[in-house]
């Protein structure tokens, strides 16, 4: 069965760092372009950032442009999401997913995903 496991998550003053992974297994996810999302207390699901499944294409969400990367390992069937000048307004809990459909370019869209994680959670204090 496929699965995504999130881990890395955690408690972090702000300006800190932390760095997610996303360890695929069951299938490989080598040919899926993989994205991270979060959703903030009360606030729905937003699109973090995406990589296309040879990495050569990335995109990020306006909030975080500049201060997150994404990257991944084929070899290792993992994502990852290196998260640099945390804010508290980063606090949420960050999903990994990924997208199964050939597209020309990696899409932002959360219902265009068809794998996800559980989740794990990143909290910024100030």
């Known amino acids: 069965q496929a699965q995504l496991v999130e881990s890395g998550g955690g408690l972090v003053q702000a300006g800190g760092s932390l760095r997610l992974s996303c360890a695929a297994s069951g299938r490989t996810f080598n040919n899926y372009a993989m994205g991270w999302f979060r959703q903030g207390p009360g606030k729905e699901r937003e699109f973090v950032a995406t990589i296309s499944w040879g990495g050569g294409s990335t995109y990020y969400g306006d909030s975080v442009k500049g201060r997150f990367t994404i990257s991944r390992d084929n070899a290792k069937n993992t994502v990852y999401l290196q998260m640099n000048s945390l804010k508290p307004e980063d606090t949420a809990v960050y999903y990994c997913?990924?997208?199964?459909?050939?597209?020309?370019?990696?899409?932002?869209?959360?219902?265009?995903?068809?794998?996800w994680g559980q989740g794990t959670q990143v909290t910024v204090s100030s």
């Open positions: 997913a990924a997208d199964r459909r050939y597209r020309v370019e990696p899409t932002t869209r959360v219902s265009q995903y068809d794998y």
